[in-house]
């Protein structure tokens, strides 16, 4: 059975403190692995990662895939009160053409 | 501005009753996908189409049905078959049709059952 776990379901940091935020996959016939960012309404696309150890880099925020363990994490430095949110990770199949996605890690950055 | 439309942002259902929600897209995107969204339990895929006049199954499609007659539009029908409609409902597109390709998400439309 095709699943995507995320880890850890919920988390409370400081302003000015840096996470990292863990997604691991079991999915058939991998062919992407995305990131979203969801704050009350529709999910906005962060990144988007098909090869291993090569870093996506976007401001305070940053992801890397490992397709040998099957994970990828996204980091979010100096965080600020904005980066509150619920961060998704999809993964895409070539199978169906489909995407599995994670519960969700429910970051609150408190000032 | 280019984006996905939900509507409508709220809906009630009362028992027995069928409800048809609304997506539209302008983004000329290829490919259309909804999804449901349960607390504690990510987006799991209802339908999705690749192109007009076809759609596929996802992993939780039975009470709910979809037609794609334009491109522009994928409207699903929760039927009175499903049990537990209660539930925040997302519409999705993407410019292609594999899953290599980013989604665009609309602002979702929140079921509940009077």
């Known amino acids: 059975e095709d699943k995507v776990v995320q880890s850890p379901l919920s988390l409370v940091v400081h302003e000015g403190d840096t996470v990292t935020l863990n997604c691991s996959y079991e999915v058939t016939n991998f062919r992407s692995l995305l990131w979203y960012k969801q704050e009350k309404k529709a999910p906005t696309f962060l990144f988007m990662l098909?090869?291993?150890?090569i870093e996506k880099k976007s401001g305070r925020l940053s992801s890397i895939l490992d397709k040998k363990e099957l994970f990828s994490i996204l980091n979010i430095t100096a965080t600020q009160t904005g980066d509150s949110a619920v961060y998704l990770c999809?993964?895409?199949?070539?199978?169906?053409?489909?995407?599995?996605f994670g519960t969700g890690t429910s970051l609150t950055v408190i000032p | 501005d280019g984006g996905i439309t939900q509507s409508p942002k709220y809906l009630f259902r009362k028992e027995g009753q069928n409800v048809t929600l609304s997506c539209e897209q302008n983004?000329?995107?290829?490919?259309m996908y909804w999804y449901r969204q349960d607390p504690g339990q990510g987006l799991r895929l209802i339908y999705y189409s690749q192109i007009v006049n076809d759609f596929q199954k996802g992993d939780i499609a039975e009470g709910y049905s979809v037609s794609r007659e334009k491109k522009e539009s994928f409207p699903l029908t929760v039927t009175s078959a499903q049990k537990n409609p209660t539930a925040f409902y997302l519409c999705a597109s993407s410019i292609g049709r594999g899953a290599h390709q980013p989604q665009h998400f609309g602002d979702g439309t929140r079921l509940s059952i009077l």
């Open positions: 098909t090869s291993s150890g």
């Open positions: 983004l000329n995107h290829d490919a």
């Open positions: 999809a993964v895409g199949s070539n199978t169906g053409n489909q995407f599995y």
